[in-house]
């Protein structure tokens, strides 16, 4: 027997008689259901099995002055047959960079890459959407008082909405990082 849960499938074995064997094996069926590592007990950042997309913040360490302008990447990755919503879409959550607030490191302009124009046959609608590997662009400027020497860390969040072609999964955020060295 199964359910979905936004796009989490949760898999119970039924056996004939419930015996502390039974249950075990339910336990394993569900720990093993809920996260994809790659290497052995290692979690990436976003590569979580309930997420539809592969997002990874780069580079991880970045290197700028006091003053500068530097660019924050995110490449998403969505999984195959699936779409995240661009900015435009009505009634869906775009994909969109949140940063942690901080004194030393002020947020500028969000870029995207050019998205597709989708037709959803059974709502008649056009929706531009990503389905294909892409990157956006988050520019921030370091502050103008940090002193060099100093190691900033820059925390976010990547919130998307994600879709297949029969459904829309529940809003998605993936926290992401990244240091940057100031010389």
């Given at each position: 027997m199964?359910?979905?849960?936004s796009g989490l499938f949760i898999i119970f074995a039924v056996t004939a008689r419930f015996s502390s064997t039974g249950v075990a094996s339910v336990?394993?069926?569900?720990?093993?259901?809920?996260t994809q590592t790659s290497g052995p007990g290692l979690l990436l950042p976003g590569s979580d099995a309930r997420h539809h997309a592969l997002v990874t913040p780069a580079p991880a360490k970045i290197t700028a002055t006091p003053g500068a302008k530097v660019s924050l990447f995110v490449d998403v990755v969505p999984k195959p047959g699936?779409?995240?919503?661009a900015p435009g879409a009505e009634d869906?959550?775009?994909i969109t960079i949140k940063?942690?607030?901080g004194a030393d490191i002020t947020p500028g302009k969000l870029a995207y890459p050019k998205s597709e124009i989708l037709f959803f046959e059974p709502l008649n609608e056009r929706v531009?959407?990503?389905q294909k590997p892409f990157r956006l662009t988050q520019e921030v400027a370091v502050g103008r008082s940090v002193k060099p020497g100093s190691t900033l860390t820059v925390d976010g969040t990547v919130s998307y909405q994600a879709c297949d072609d029969k459904v829309c999964y529940v809003p998605e955020s993936i926290p992401v990082s990244w240091t940057v060295n100031v010389k």
């Open positions: 199964f359910w979905i849960c336990s394993a069926a569900l720990a093993t259901s809920a699936i779409h995240v919503y869906y959550t775009p940063l942690v607030p531009p959407i990503f």
